[in-house]
């Protein structure tokens, strides 16, 4: 099995108490207790303002498989930021130094991930794990 | 007053994938000023396959109702909370925000995104089945 772990540590002294989470996750197929998510996708775009972009096409054969998607903001202007879009709802703003990191599931062959750019080109950094995906047939 | 979070990656299914190691400090919007509110870290128990609202952004102590201000959301599902928590890595919970889907947390997995504070934009779970899960999460805003 393919095995791949996602771990977070998530600190903060904002309370009077600290706080400190811990969290370390196998990622499996969909529905499955010991099969691992065994394919993956990266990129480094730099997206230029004015237009949204997908940035993972949802396709039929990927309706409720498993995909965990980890994106990172590399611009190093902190004011420039990327809108994330699914299925054409903003979810949030990702500014440079940001990562995300979520569980994409589609539910439609139009739940795509897009980003929009604000403020300047931002540089984005990008991975999906998943599972299911066949390469397009020549031609199409 | 800082709050940092750090994710790690390792992965075999590539053989050239050395992996990700990234640490951010959750700052206020466009800036480098610290994020200074927070909902609490909470815990919740859901035994039903029905929608329940993690956040909601109406609610008062969301102060910050403005689409221009920097918020995070980490959720972590935990198991069936149990003594040992029971992790069902084959059961999900389906997490939306403003009833779109964003994704399903399995057992044990967690997620870590940027949200908006607009009144209305909740963010709110489903569990796959009436089986007990329990999720702990967070939102730090401005």
């Known amino acids: ?140 | 007053m800082a709050t940092t979070a750090t994710i790690s990656i390792a992965s075999d299914i590539m053989g050239g994938f050395g992996g990700i190691s990234k640490t951010m400090t959750l700052t206020e919007a466009g800036g480098t000023g610290d994020l200074r509110e927070t909902t609490g870290y909470s815990r919740k128990k859901l035994v039903a396959a029905t929608a329940t609202n993690l956040f909601t952004m109406a609610h008062s102590a969301v102060t910050s109702a403005d689409t221009t201000t920097g918020a995070k959301v980490f959720i972590k599902n935990i198991g069936n909370g149990a003594t040992p928590s029971v992790i069902a890595k084959d059961k999900g919970v389906v997490v939306r925000v403003s009833a779109v889907e964003v994704g399903k947390l399995y057992g044990g997995d967690w997620m870590m995104i940027p949200v908006s504070t607009v009144d209305g934009e909740d963010i709110e779970v489903i569990p796959e089945t009436d089986d007990a899960v329990v999720l702990e999460y967070v939102m730090f805003y401005q």
Do not use: C
Request: zero cysteines; charged letters at 20%; hydrophobic letters at 35%.
């Open chain 1, 1 to 140: 099995m393919a095995t791949t772990t996602a771990a977070v540590t998530l600190s903060s002294d904002l309370l009077s108490g600290s706080l400190s989470v811990t969290g370390t996750t196998t990622l499996m197929k969909a529905g499955t207790t010991a099969d691992g998510l065994n394919q993956m996708r990266m990129g480094r775009n730099e997206i230029p303002t004015g237009t949204s972009f997908d940035l993972l096409d949802a396709t039929a054969a990927g309706i409720d498989k498993a995909n965990k998607v980890y994106i990172s903001n590399e611009s190093t202007d902190t004011s420039y930021y990327v809108i994330i879009i699914i299925d054409a709802k903003v979810i949030g703003r990702l500014y440079g130094g940001d990562w995300m990191f979520l569980p994409w599931n589609m539910d439609d062959a139009t739940h795509d991930l897009e980003l929009t750019s604000y403020v300047g080109t931002n540089t984005i950094e990008w991975v999906k794990f998943h599972e299911n995906e066949t390469l397009t047939t020549q031609g199409d």
